[in-house]
């Protein structure tokens, strides 16, 4: 998570001390499947008119909230103090598309020349990355680095799913099939990307 301040969000034009009430009306302000805001964290707005809060990680949504201004004066005839009438504000957190994420058994993979290999969970802990991201589609890339080109018939890493692109099983498979009396040693850099909005990063 991280923290907001908003300066100024609502100035107080009086001189007389006061305070402010800032309740919830609805949205994800709360329930520990969609919390908007951090555990244990309070939102505040100050005598100098700074908003702050605590944003839960990865977590975006949409808030409306009740604010109330109360002065320092004198009570009222049926006393009360001196109650502003309440206004609205919508707090949007607008979603970014986190990174894929995965982890690889080890670095170094060895085969005998003309000998097909394959790997099951090769790499593992596969997740499309943040909150309300699961139903991203995923995808494997590499880059070769080092090393002589073309030496592979098939070289590939699949998850293990019926819908490989879901890879809900968080586990992919090392497919690796050389050309014929081809050996030596190369090196290559293996990308996982998801098809996620990228439109606020």
Not at 17 to 27: A, D, K, P, Q, V
Not at 53 to 58: S, W, Y
Not at 117 to 137: D, H, I, P, R
Not at 158 to 181: G, H, Q, W, Y
Request: net charge negative; glycine share 10%.
């Amino acid at each position: 998570g991280f923290f907001v301040l908003a300066p100024d969000y609502y100035r107080a034009i009086s001189a007389d001390t006061w305070s402010s009430s800032l309740s919830n009306l609805f949205g994800n302000a709360s329930g520990a499947g969609n919390q908007l805001f951090a555990t244990g964290s309070q939102i505040t707005l100050d005598t100098l008119g700074n908003l702050t809060f605590v944003l839960e990680e990865h977590r975006h949504g949409e808030v409306v909230f009740n604010v109330t201004l109360f002065n320092g004066g004198a009570p009222q005839c049926n006393g009360s103090f001196g109650t502003s009438f309440t206004q609205q504000f919508t707090l949007k957190v607008r979603p970014v598309n986190d990174r894929p994420e995965f982890r690889v058994q080890n670095s170094l993979v060895v085969l005998n020349e003309d000998e097909r290999l394959t790997s099951a969970g090769y790499a593992f802990n596969v997740t499309q990355g943040g909150w309300m991201e699961e139903y991203q589609y995923l995808q494997f890339s590499y880059v070769q680095l080092t090393g002589s080109v073309g030496a592979f018939q098939l070289l590939s890493l699949k998850c293990e799913d019926i819908e490989p692109s879901l890879c809900t099983a968080r586990t992919a498979t090392l497919d690796i099939v050389p050309f014929p009396n081809r050996f030596g040693e190369a090196s290559f850099a293996i990308r996982l990307s998801d098809d996620g909005d990228n439109s606020f990063g």
